[in-house]
């Protein structure tokens, strides 16, 4: 099995930046697509950035293009999320999660994900 342990939120002013990372341990980190959640209490769980296994695929919601960077390094069993030009509304629990069945960038949702994070808090001041 999967573990995930994110770690980088904090508090920010609006425009400011901050590197979120999830830390993976148990099967080969490489084989997983792996994607950025987050969540503010009373909405749904939205993706905000996904990548594949290899990291040669992306996506990024329409709302963070241009300011969210998703990577990872396998080598160190980890994925970054870096958040700049932050904005109040980015404000939320930060989840990362895992797909284990090979699930292409393009269809990947909430539904996909085989693993998650305990979460990371995100808050953004104006």
């Known amino acids: 099995q999967i573990q995930l342990v994110e770690s980088g939120g904090g508090v920010v002013q609006a425009g400011g930046s901050l590197r979120l990372s999830c830390v993976a341990s148990g099967h080969t980190f490489s084989t997983h697509a792996m994607a950025w959640f987050r969540q503010v209490p009373g909405k749904e769980r939205e993706l905000v950035a996904a990548?594949?296994?290899?990291?040669?695929?992306?996506r990024e919601a329409d709302s963070v293009k241009g300011r969210f960077t998703i990577s990872r390094d396998n080598a160190k069993n980890t994925v970054y999320l870096q958040m700049n030009s932050l904005k109040p509304e980015d404000t939320a629990v930060y989840y990362c999660?895992?797909?284990?069945?090979?699930?292409?960038?393009?269809?990947?949702?909430?539904?996909?994900?085989?693993?998650w994070g305990q979460g990371t808090q995100v808050t953004v001041s104006s």
């Open positions: 999660a895992a797909d284990s069945s090979g699930v292409l960038i393009k269809f990947l949702d909430e539904s996909s994900m085989d693993y």
């Open positions: 990548i594949s296994w290899g990291g040669e695929s992306t």
